[in-house]
């Protein structure tokens, strides 16, 4: 185990401004539920702060990451509930210059592709959520979700290639 600064203010706070928001979407995303999602990082937080410590070698954005999953499934399993991944609800704003009309379209589809993604199995929907939303490396993934960095690499192509397949089945358009 390596100490960090946890037990400083500053570097603390930095770290909660710079990660809670990406936890919360993260975590609500496991748990179909925006309350909980904030237990689950709040409780991240606090481990941070009160063991100050990160495994040696461990990024604190994969020790974040890998502690708030773990929090969240354990949350579902007292629950008795081993749902799949869900998107969460964040509406996204058209940039200025789009035209409504163009808005409109990019939600509906970003909508349809959503609904596509929430069909995939769980683990599908996770690694897709890792990569795309949360920006993570194949390498982070696998060690947020335990997964080996080649099984990452199999699991987003098989859950790009169902998701294209179903796109293409639902009538919805796949661009890009």
């Not at 990019?106 to 993604?117: G, L, P, R």
């Not at 199995?121 to 920006?135: C, G, I, S, T």
Request: aromatic share 8%.
């Amino acid at each position: 185990m390596m100490k960090f600064w946890a037990n400083t203010k500053l570097w603390f706070q930095q770290a909660v401004d710079k990660y809670q928001r990406p936890l919360t979407r993260y975590a609500r995303g496991i748990l179909r539920n925006l309350e909980p999602a904030r237990e689950v990082v709040q409780e991240s937080f606090l481990r941070l702060w009160k063991n100050g410590e990160v495994e040696s070698g461990n990024p604190l954005r994969i020790w974040l990451y890998r502690t708030t999953r773990n929090l969240a499934i354990d949350h579902l399993r007292k629950e008795g509930r081993m749902e799949s991944l869900s998107e969460n609800d964040e509406e996204q704003l058209p940039c200025p210059e789009q035209m409504p009309s163009e808005a409109l379209e990019k939600k509906q589809a970003s909508k349809n592709i959503m609904s596509e993604v929430d069909s995939l199995p769980a683990k599908y929907q996770e690694v897709l959520r890792l990569k795309f939303q949360e920006e993570l490396s194949y390498k982070e993934i696998s060690e947020v979700t335990g997964h080996s960095v080649s099984h990452v690499g199999v699991l987003l192509h098989t859950a790009i290639l169902n998701l294209r397949q179903s796109l293409a089945q639902s009538g919805g358009r796949n661009e890009g």
